[in-house]
């Protein structure tokens, strides 16, 4: 059951800000919103993950709508290194004890 | 440097023949896991240990073995390996914290394992 819906592929300007959309229509209440990227056939990396505020960290910025229904990653000044497929996820904590399930995720490509 | 490490990265092998993938980590995480990656299949766990002598099934455990006697090491073992396990294979370490909340984990390079 897809719980999550996302592009299938992004470019993006090296320099610019990369804006990656996620719907999450179905979301509950205990659900949070995680995002992860794979770089290629490298293992995948935490991005950043929120619940209803607007989080950021050193990587990311996260913003989430106020109805909760979708979510925005904004990698704020994308190099040729974020090229890499990223994953939208939404599940409560403590579920699914420290298992990682995605997607198709969305594939951005970084160009010069 | 933190890190996991993975051996061998590359391994081909035939139908039947026992091998071991190696996985070790020195940032003394209590939990570890096991996935393999496959073409639309995405990510799926094979085994989890959330400390020495703890282990449980994942999703797809059939055909490997694990086992936690230290810490640092979460062995997966294949007794008998067939060509549908011929995989990328990720091992992965955190703390029981992070593991819960599903945030950072550590993951190795990867053992891309081919059975003929």
């Known amino acids: 059951d897809a719980k999550t819906t996302q592009p299938t592929s992004m470019d993006c300007a090296e320099g610019r800000a990369a804006n990656l959309p996620c719907n999450h229509s179905?979301?509950?209440?205990?659900?949070?919103v995680y995002w992860y990227r794979q770089i290629h056939s490298q293992g995948p990396q935490y991005i950043i993950h929120g619940l209803k505020n607007n989080e950021t960290n050193e990587m990311a910025s996260l913003i989430i709508t106020e109805d909760r229904k979708s979510s925005t990653l904004i990698l704020p000044h994308a190099t040729l290194r974020d090229t890499a497929v990223y994953y939208c996820i939404v599940r409560e904590r403590y579920d699914s004890w420290g298992k990682l399930q995605f997607g198709a995720g969305t594939q951005v490509v970084v160009t010069p | 440097e933190a890190q996991v490490t993975q051996n061998p990265r590359y391994l081909i092998t035939v139908t039947g023949k026992k091998l071991t993938v190696t996985c070790s980590q020195n940032?003394?995480?209590?939990?570890m896991s096991w996935y393999r990656q496959d073409p639309g299949l995405g990510l799926r766990q094979i085994y989890y240990?959330?400390?020495?002598?703890?282990?449980d099934k994942g999703d797809v455990p059939e055909g490997y073995k694990v086992s936690r006697k230290e810490k640092r090491n979460f062995p997966l073992i294949l007794e008998s390996p067939s060509p549908n396990q011929t995989s990328l294979y990720f091992c992965?370490?955190?703390?029981?914290?992070?593991?819960?909340?599903?945030?950072?984990?550590?993951f190795g390079p990867g053992t891309r394992l081919l059975v003929l």
């Open positions: 179905t979301i509950s209440g205990n659900e949070y």
């Open positions: 940032m003394n995480h209590e939990y």
């Open positions: 240990s959330m400390n020495v002598e703890v282990t």
């Open positions: 992965a370490s955190s703390t029981l914290e992070q593991a819960g909340g599903h945030e950072t984990q550590y």
